[in-house]
């Protein structure tokens, strides 16, 4: 069993910055490939970056590909999402994820989940 719980979000302005932290807890939660998703209000999930247990393998999605940059420390099991140039289309609540498979292209097959946390960008 993984827990995750996921902080750093707030409300900034179009073109700040955030960084996101997902802290995971688990026997073996460092071998898992976690991956970010986003939900706006009235819109599917989607995904949005994953990396590999290693950390080599890092896969996007091509709406945040050159803005968003996911990380992640497997010595403090922690999983960061740095977000750049945001824009009001960012808003929404940010989930991490993980799961056992390695196949970090695939944004798939999730079986972890945390609670969210809100990010809110204003013009």
């Known amino acids: 069993q993984v827990q995750l719980v996921e902080s750093g979000g707030g409300s900034v302005q179009a073109g700040d910055s955030l960084r996101l932290s997902c802290a995971a807890s688990g026997p073996t939660s460092s071998r898992y490939t976690m991956g970010w998703f986003r939900q706006a209000p009235g819109k599917e999930r989607e995904f949005l970056a994953a990396v590999s247990w290693s950390g080599g393998t890092l896969y996007y999605a091509n709406s945040v590909k050159g803005r968003f940059t996911i990380s992640r420390d497997n010595a403090k099991n922690t999983v960061y999402l740095q977000m750049n140039s945001l824009r009001p289309e960012d808003t929404a609540v940010y989930y991490c994820?993980?799961?056992?498979?390695?196949?970090?292209?695939?944004?798939?097959?999730?079986?972890?989940w945390g609670q969210g946390t809100q990010v809110t960008v204003s013009s």
């Open positions: 994820a993980a799961k056992i498979s390695t196949l970090v292209q695939i944004p798939r097959g999730y079986d972890y």
